[in-house]
């Protein structure tokens, strides 16, 4: 069979004939306004706009010295909340979210960072988990660092033998 054979009339006089007793197919489906799926793009733009609030507040500056050097690591944002620290390290607080940031990328734990503190803000939840894990200890160094810049965030604190021990840390986040 040849590829690049021309139709002949007979062709096209045999297809209409085919044709004849076709009828042209009614548009029946159902169209959809546009207002709800606007309304999803509003909320996703919503959640994207607070999510960046919160992730401006995280900076890549790398200094020379690292603040957070002492094991176990621990923050509090002001002196009064210093009886917050203390039972932060007794455990007398325990997580109602965990944020898992095994394999993730500096920039993404960052989105991963904002987003939980947007959820934390959101749902009324003051304790949350971060596990960071071991690795090469880039985001171990990193994150404490982050936390202690955000104006959202109590007080922090290397988690317990329970909780993950030196790869977490537990945090406490202003409602």
Excluded at 28 to 47: A, G, M, Q, V
Excluded at 91 to 109: N, V, W
Aim: with cysteine; hydrophobic share 35%; proline share 2%.
């Amino acid at each position: 069979m040849n590829k690049n054979r021309q139709y002949t009339t007979d062709d096209n006089t045999l297809f209409r004939q085919y044709l004849t007793d076709t009828r042209e197919i009614i548009q029946d489906t159902i169209f959809h306004s546009r207002i709800k799926k606007t309304k999803k793009n509003n909320l996703l733009k919503r959640i994207f706009i607070e999510q960046k609030d919160h992730i401006h507040y995280f900076t890549y500056k790398k200094s020379k010295k690292y603040f957070f050097q002492k094991d176990p690591v621990s923050y509090v944002r002001n002196k009064n909340s210093y009886d917050i620290l203390k039972n932060l390290k007794k455990d007398r607080y325990y997580p109602d979210i965990f944020l898992d940031l095994h394999g993730f990328t500096q920039y993404q734990a960052q989105q991963e960072l904002g987003q939980l503190i947007r959820v934390c803000k959101k749902e009324k939840i003051f304790c949350a988990h971060i596990m960071h894990g071991y690795g090469k200890c880039i985001l171990k160094q990193q994150i404490p660092f982050w936390l202690s810049q955000h104006p959202d965030i109590i007080a922090f604190h290397q988690a317990s033998k329970i909780f993950g021990s030196n790869a977490a840390i537990i945090v406490i986040i202003e409602i």
